[in-house]
């Protein structure tokens, strides 16, 4: 009995084709986090593999490792996310969630918190509600699970819930009218304005559940500005300036 295949479930995060009908799949999994799977002829209608091997797709794998990569020995498709692959808006929301794992996780790091959420994430796009609202919550909750949570409750330095004015991507926080000047000119640079709903929004996501943001309102300019926020937030920490995802939205 061979010691080095293991069973466990994972998501299609990115795929490469591989000559004729090869894929090398980027698929983050419950039990490894991130690992590269050699999907050998996998293209080929007759794999039965094909669905297992497109973006998104949620399957039961059986793996074997290899030296480089891992090799498909069982698959056993649990939800292609078909309904996902047909909206544009939904592409968008769930393509960027997917880069966000894909870039910031190294092969082999686990993270169950994370496969949890991104499967929910995931799971609740399939309602196309408030999808702006869903990716940018998981975008942030995710932040937090990787160990970098933003203080999202008060000043950094005195702790006042009043005239909160910016957010410091490098300190992780809010500081208040009175704070901003202890801050050196380069950590200044990475501050951002915010007022009250700003705030109220940056909480929503932390705090409640996807379903609950999912449900409420949020007033698109504020949106946009939280977007904003948050993905200097990512800037600052992993270094992902650039999302390939978002640029689909034009
Ligand atoms: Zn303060």
Avoid: W
Wanted: glycine share 6%; with cysteine.
């Amino acid at each position: 009995m061979a010691t080095n295949n293991i069973e466990l479930i994972g998501i299609v995060i990115s795929d490469r084709k591989q000559g004729e009908s090869s894929k090398i799949l980027s698929v983050f999994t419950d039990k490894l986090g991130k690992v590269s799977i050699y999907g050998k002829g996998l293209m080929n209608p007759k794999s039965g593999l094909l669905a297992s091997g497109s973006m998104f797709s949620k399957t039961k794998f059986l793996l074997q490792k290899g030296q480089n990569f891992y090799y498909i020995k069982e698959a056993h498709l649990l939800d292609s996310f078909y309904d996902i692959r047909t909206d544009f808006n939904t592409i968008v929301a769930v393509s960027f969630m997917a880069e966000l794992l894909d870039r910031s996780f190294l092969e082999g790091i686990k993270n169950y918190k994370v496969f949890l959420l991104f499967e929910k994430a995931l799971e609740l796009s399939k309602s196309k509600k408030n999808l702006k609202a869903l990716r940018l919550a998981f975008a942030l909750k995710f932040m937090a699970y990787i160990g970098y949570k933003p203080n999202l409750k008060d000043c950094l330095v005195c702790h006042s819930k009043k005239n909160l004015r910016y957010f410091s991507a490098a300190n992780g926080g809010f500081l208040c009218e009175d704070d901003i000047k202890l801050l050196d000119t380069e950590n200044l640079k990475n501050s951002l304005i915010i007022n009250d709903d700003i705030i109220k929004i940056l909480q929503d996501f932390m705090f409640l559940t996807f379903e609950d943001i999912i449900g409420k309102k949020y007033d698109i300019n504020f949106l946009a500005k939280t977007e904003t926020v948050i993905l200097n937030y990512i800037s600052e920490n992993l270094d992902i300036n650039k999302f390939y995802s978002l640029s689909l939205e034009g």
